[in-house]
């Protein structure tokens, strides 16, 4: 079973004074020493001074890439400051969308040219890169500034191996389906409570000439990050994957077979906009952000940026509903989030570490200022009401309060190997239907040529 998450989003206080400490020495590059300073955000922080020192460029691969967005934002205003406090360390960016990312990623591990700083996921996404020795653990930098007391109870977990950490994450989130109110009431229809009742609000929504839904399928994780959620209804709860792992079950089971069965149901009652598979993340996103469809199935770290859209105020959310009078409607697909990373490779390793301790110091508070909170892999020290989030962002804060656990995506608990197997072949049931039996046959093939 998946270890719970403790999604406590309401702390006390975050740490008022917060040192960017110096790493240690180097007869080549100088490590800042403590001088306080005050972020625009309002929080203090240690800031180097800097004498004469060399330039250094630090690369920051990561998964901004849409300046439009709140996480954008954040980035640019974390990566400004910190440059201002050290003006001999400049960041690289290098944004790309997830999916680019990672295949990126996976071709400069081939050759051991990791950025100095980069984006992994958690569990069996980012073993295979810490066992081949490629990141450097980060239980230094979690021991400064109070870091490592910010983090959510057991979110450290998912990043850690042999007692180490190897990244630090940015989310802690719950999945959920958006919904436009507007277009419900112009159709005619109502939150769905069954996994019946929103085929019904699918076809009843194309009746109105208006787009049920929309997904970024070219990022094939998309997909799969929905059909689990089928899973885990169809399975009547969580467990189904770790059942698989422990040789409990094989994916040739009913309960798989009826989760790729609902899934194409939903697919062939024409609720994705046509050519899904050629729209990435944000573009599947930016369709309902602009009001072009009715419903978005996606996790919690959405929020700020629908609520920074024209459909702002115009958003509900929902819990997805039980498929077959199966499964708890108070159980999600859980979505620990994609974590920063360091080269141990890195020719810059103490700067990469001091800008990584630095942002991640600043992170909650920055990203609060920006409306962008909801869903943090850290606690945030704030009012969210006082602060003018909006009713959408209070909503699902008071849901989390409630989750009664979950499951993790696939690629988060299986092998790559088997993962790539996954995500090829519930992407191929956006232009084709299959047989379930087909596709789970695939799954159980891959698995086991991959876990030998």
Known sequence: MAKPLQFLLLTLALILTLGLTACGGSTTNSSPTDSKGTTSGGATTDQPKQSTQEQVTITFQNIYPDPNTPSYKMMMKIVSDFETANPNIKIELDSLNTDQQ????KTQAASKEVPDITIVNPNEQMKPFVDAGLLAPLNDILDQNGLKDTFLTGILDYYTFDQNVYALPDGNNTAVVYYNKDMFAQAGVEVPTTFEAMIDVVKKLKAAGIQPMVIGEKDSWTGSFLFMNILLRTNGGPGFLQDVLDKKRTFNDPAFEEAVNKFQDLVQAGAFQDGATSF????????????KAAMYFMGTWATGGIDDSSVAGKIGAFKFPTVGGKGNVDEYMLAPGSAFAISANSK???????????????????????????????????DFKAAGY??????????????????????????????????TSIQNLFVQKKDAKEVAAEHQAAFAANSQ
Not at 280 to 291: I, Q, T, V
Not at 362 to 372: A, E, H, I, R
């Open 390 to 423: 909006s009713d959408l962002a209070m909503d699902l804060l008071k849901l989390t309060e409630n989750v009664k656990g979950g499951d993790l995506a696939f690629d988060n608990m299986i092998n790559p190997g088997t993962a790539q197997v996954h995500l």
């Open 102 to 105: 990672k295949l990126k990623l």
């Open 280 to 291: 990435d993340y944000n573009a599947g996103e930016n369709l309902f952000k602009s009001g």
């Open 348 to 382: 810059h390793l103490k700067e990469s570490k001091a800008f990584l301790n630095y942002f991640m110091v600043n992170y909650p508070k920055v990203n609060f200022d920006l409306k962008n909170a909801v869903g943090l892999a850290q606690k945030v020290d704030g």
